[in-house]
């Protein structure tokens, strides 16, 4: 197929969900492979990206009335945010409030009678969000690594059997879970390079210094 002007390649991108760049800034960059800079991020890929997908679709299963009532009977424990009225009233959540659903996600459907490949997927992300974290790896803990990622592949249909999700699996948050092993591989612990350690300068900033001026 060869398309005849910039609009028609726009429109045709656009339909399978791609960006026109006629001039891409790495293209007089010799031997570089730029998905390999890419590195993965894990505040917007994880927590605000597969937990947000994964609490979604349980709240959707399990409806949001008695997932509401099994997070809050969760008892006070040291480290765990109490979520009184449930976690359905949450308003754009941070990424700092979906680490505290994610920490107590599975023990509230681990007990609920459903199919479950629903409580194995769960775990698979959860063990992946969580391993993806450490601050050392060896062998061993990539190995671990991927088998999530396996698990997760092996119970996720159940997702769409229970009519949690419609358009599928195939977006990018839930792509990148491959490219994180090699990953490691090649840019060392993946906590030096989330997103999140910059949130903080965010108040510093911008927020105090708006908060000093006149406000217009």
């Known amino acids: 197929m060869k398309l005849k002007s910039a609009t028609a390649i726009e429109q045709f991108l656009r339909k399978h969900g791609l960006s026109y760049i006629s001039e891409p800034y790495w293209k007089d960059w010799r031997r570089v492979n730029i998905y390999e800079a890419v590195a993965p991020d894990i505040l917007h890929q994880l ?7 994964l609490t979604a679709w349980c709240r959707t299963i399990f409806g949001d009335d008695e997932l509401d009532a099994r997070f809050s009977r969760v008892p006070p424990t040291f480290g765990l945010r109490r979520f009184e009225n449930g976690i359905s009233k949450l308003q754009r959540p941070s990424g700092a409030e979906h680490r505290a659903v994610a920490k107590q996600l599975q023990t509230c ?6 199919d479950k490949r629903i409580v194995r997927a769960t775990k698979a992300i959860l063990d992946f969000t969580v391993m993806a974290q450490y601050e050392c790896h060896s062998d061993d803990t990539l190995e671990d690594l991927t088998d999530a990622v396996d698990r997760w592949h092996k119970n996720k249909e159940v997702f769409k059997e ?6 599928g699996f195939n977006f990018p948050k839930m792509h990148s879970m491959q490219h994180y092993n090699p990953s490691i591989k090649l840019f060392g612990i993946l906590p030096t390079l989330s997103t999140d350690i910059g949130e903080r300068l965010h108040i510093v900033q911008v927020k105090d210094a708006y908060n000093a001026s006149n406000k217009k």
């Open 47 to 53: 927590y605000q990206g597969l937990i947000r997908h």
């Open 109 to 114: 459907i681990a007990s609920a009678g459903v």
């Open 162 to 167: 229970l009519g949690a999700l419609v358009a």
